[in-house]
Structure formats: structure tokens, C-alpha cells
């Protein structure tokens, strides 16, 4: 079994219009995750930071988060998944 922890470095969100603004009546929401880096510290365990966007079209608010996610389980799990 694999385990997986978050640790949430940086959370930022910003709406751009005000809030007496009626939203649009159809919004696009686009969904990103990066995967910045993959440090192995062991066979077992393995640390990967992250950064994770939602963006709405049209532009009425952005989402940013910042973080890392620690990987932990048994070598045979580990490498294989």
C-alpha cells in the first residue's frame, strides 16, 4: 500500500471582478497540476513538489497552490506503481 501525505506551502486565490458583478452564464474552468521535481530518498520514499492551478474563462478568478507531496510504501509497491 502506498501512502501519500500533502504539505500546502503556498495558497493564493484572487477573484478579479467585484462581488456586486453578476458571473457570466457560462464559465470554462481549466484544471493544471505540475509535478516540479522527483527527489527519491530512498527505495521506499520519494518527495515531489508541486503546483496546482484552476483558471476560469472567461478570466473571473485564479486558484494557486503550492506544496510538496511526500510518496511512502513497501519497495516492490513503490517501484512499481
Given at each position: 500500500m502506498l501512502r501519500?501525505?500533502?504539505q500546502i506551502t503556498?495558497?493564493?486565490g484572487e477573484r478579479f471582478r467585484g462581488?456586486?458583478?453578476q458571473l457570466p452564464p457560462q464559465v470554462?474552468?481549466?484544471v493544471n497540476i505540475?509535478?516540479?521535481g522527483l527527489?527519491?530518498?530512498s527505495e521506499s520514499t520519494a518527495d515531489a513538489p508541486f503546483?496546482?492551478?484552476v483558471n476560469y474563462n472567461p478570466s473571473i478568478a485564479q486558484l494557486s497552490v503550492k506544496g510538496r507531496a511526500q510518496v511512502f510504501g513497501e519497495k516492490k509497491r513503490f517501484l512499481r506503481s
Open positions: 501519500v501525505t500533502v503556498n495558497l493564493t462581488y456586486e458583478s470554462q474552468i481549466a505540475n509535478i516540479v527527489d527519491l530518498k503546483v496546482f492551478t
